[in-house]
């Protein structure tokens, strides 16, 4: 029986092959990813006095902008607008020192820094005043929620459909393979929608995180998301011919996604090689979009960065999964 195990496993190279990597890719993983430690804090410093406090600052604190005009309101929207994780309004006495609460773990370090610095200062912790915890995860769990649904279950039940042979007979029908894929994903996106509204209203509901911003362009975010994770279900399915390797492709796409997209470690934390690992997950971008919109009331012009590379990834994947599908399905010469 031992024997017989071993030949079938080395037959079955996708799952020898994890068996293998998995463990070595989440080694490297958490090596270098598992990290709240934040060796720099993106700085604004507006005021008269921007330039005699920009050079006094610690090292912690990178200046990314400087601008003498800007005071008072205008300091604020810098936060709001995430163009810094710190802005230091120098027209006030004392200085005033804006946090973006909703950027937990760089405020966090800031706020350490600042006091333990001599310079007397005004702290104020914007859009998540207490830094609480569970208002940074909240809108991040309405992402990860979503993408389960979208790659996990839809590639098992496409699998689960190829296996029981219905898949197979809609290639006699007149559909060509994007109207196929439209009808198969229409219940997933529906049912993750449903998800994804019903885990906000708790959220906001049982740990009182804001909603502060546009339900419109909260929406378009979700919507450019769900098409994303529905998208990597159905190319999964497609490279899948049982629930078992579908479940693997899902779990290999999907642990990155929890790790390296500053869901659980802050990106700011990582090794640049990694970082630029979180920077090509769709789940990255939608947790940008969430708590930028639920804390910050972030305005549509300065989210267009995630909505863009969430609709190019979109586009992409969903044309590969109908690629993909045509080659399954072999549809009488339709495109």
């Excluded at 270098?32 to 604190?61: K, M, R």
């Excluded at 690629?323 to 399954?328: K, T």
């Amino acid at each position: 029986m031992i024997l017989k195990e071993l030949r079938e496993l080395r037959r079955d190279r996708r799952t020898l092959a994890m068996l293998v990597l998995m463990p070595v890719g989440m080694l490297v993983i958490f090596g270098y990813a598992a990290n709240f430690t934040i060796s720099h804090v993106t700085t604004a410093v507006v005021g008269p006095h921007a330039a005699v406090v920009q050079d006094a600052l610690p090292e912690l604190f990178e200046v990314v902008r400087t601008e003498p005009g800007t005071s008072g309101a205008g300091a604020q929207d810098l936060v709001r607008d995430n163009v810094a994780d710190v802005v230091l309004d120098t027209s006030t006495t004392p200085a005033t020192a804006y946090l973006d609460g909703s950027s937990l773990f760089a405020a966090q370090t800031a706020r350490a820094a600042l006091a333990r610095s001599t310079t007397p200062l005004d702290v104020q912790v914007l859009y998540n005043p207490d830094l609480t915890t569970s208002w940074v995860m909240v809108p991040a769990l309405v992402g990860l929620v979503m993408a389960f649904i979208g790659t996990i279950i839809t590639s098992i039940g496409l699998v689960r459909e190829r296996a029981a042979g219905t898949l197979a007979q809609l290639s006699v029908m007149p559909l060509r393979p994007v109207d196929v894929i439209v009808g198969k994903i229409a219940p997933y996106f529906a049912v993750g929608a449903l998800d994804m509204t019903l885990i906000t209203v708790l959220g906001v509901t049982l740990f009182g995180v804001p909603f502060r911003g546009s339900v419109a362009v909260f929406a378009l975010g979700a919507l450019l998301f769900l098409l994303v994770v529905l998208g990597l279900g159905v190319l999964i399915s497609t490279v899948s011919s049982t629930q078992a390797q579908a479940i693997q492709g899902a779990i290999m796409v999907m642990l990155p996604q929890v790790l390296l997209s500053g869901f659980i470690f802050p990106l700011p934390a990582m090794a640049a090689g990694i970082r630029w690992i979180g920077y090509c997950l769709p789940l990255t971008y939608f947790v940008q979009i969430s708590q930028g919109i639920m804390l910050r009331a972030a305005p549509l012009h300065t989210l267009w960065l995630p909505l863009g590379v969430l609709a190019a990834m979109a586009a992409v994947v969903l044309t590969a999964s109908v690629l993909r599908f045509r080659r399954d399905l072999a549809p009488q010469g339709q495109a």
